[in-house]
């Protein structure tokens, strides 16, 4: 089945440091890709979402600045968590979105979820 | 606009118990629903989906049905195990709002033997 991965898994890093996640869909192109957050023992939530050669769109409260995205190829998107504070720690989820055909209702989709990044900000 | 209210947890059960986690939605248009799996330390899986009314999605002996009538696309397992013993996630997926997943607040599950 299609593949999703992220890099890296798991990052410490000190407060005022960049980091960046990679998304990877490992054999399939993927035109449009998510961004997630999961703090702990909560749900997921949508941070962005990102097109293949376009701006990304963010939600509501997310701050574009803060967290940059580019989504640079069909299979890689990127999400930099700029001048990391504590408060950034959480666990950062991507998802790619691959058409799996169409029907008389438009084109079947799918997403396929990454297995997540771990960021701990000290 | 769309959203996701599941049960909440935590729920503990003995194996071989039987196991429903309610999930019901609102959406806008003519959502496909899934059910996600989240075991410790992992990312999200997909267990089980179905995309239109009245079908029904199984995997690994779960399954769930998406009734419009009651909105509802509510997780059973007859005998559940030990293994079974994780975070599940409903959630939504409108092709009309970019096919963006909204997702329940998730239901921990914790099998004792």
């Known amino acids: 089945g299609a593949v999703v991965s992220q890099h890296p898994s798991w990052v410490i890093c000190k407060s005022g440091t960049s980091v960046k996640i990679e998304c990877r869909s490992l054999d399939f192109q993927a035109t449009t890709m998510f961004w997630y957050r999961q703090f702990p023992k909560q749900s997921l939530m949508l941070m962005a979402t990102s097109n293949e050669g376009s701006k990304a769109t963010y939600e509501q409260g997310v701050e574009k600045d803060k967290f940059l995205i580019n989504h640079a190829s069909l299979t890689l998107s990127t999400l930099t968590v700029t001048s990391a504070h504590p408060e950034d720690s959480s666990f950062y989820i991507c998802s790619a979105s691959r058409v799996l055909g169409t029907s008389g209702s438009g084109p079947q989709e799918t997403q396929y979820f990454g297995p997540g990044t771990r960021l701990l900000v000290l | ?113």
């Not at chain 2, 059910?35 to 399954?63: C, H, I, M, R």
């Not at chain 2, 007859?78 to 709002?97: E, I, K, M, N, P």
Request: hydrophobic share 30%.
């Open chain 2, 1 to 113: 606009g769309n959203s996701v209210t599941q049960m909440e947890g935590p729920v503990t059960l003995s194996e071989e118990a039987f196991l429903t986690i309610n999930c019901t939605y609102t959406a806008t248009g003519y959502p496909s629903l899934f059910w996600y799996v989240q075991y410790p330390g992992e990312g999200l899986q997909l267990l089980l989906k179905a995309t239109k009314a009245d079908d029904k999605g199984s995997n690994k002996g779960f399954e769930a049905t998406y009734r419009k009538e009651t909105t509802s696309f509510h997780l059973e397992k007859g005998s559940v195990q030990v293994s079974d013993s994780a975070v599940y996630f409903c959630a939504l997926s409108d092709r009309y709002t970019g096919n963006q997943f909204y997702f329940g607040t998730g239901t921990s599950l914790t099998v004792i033997p």
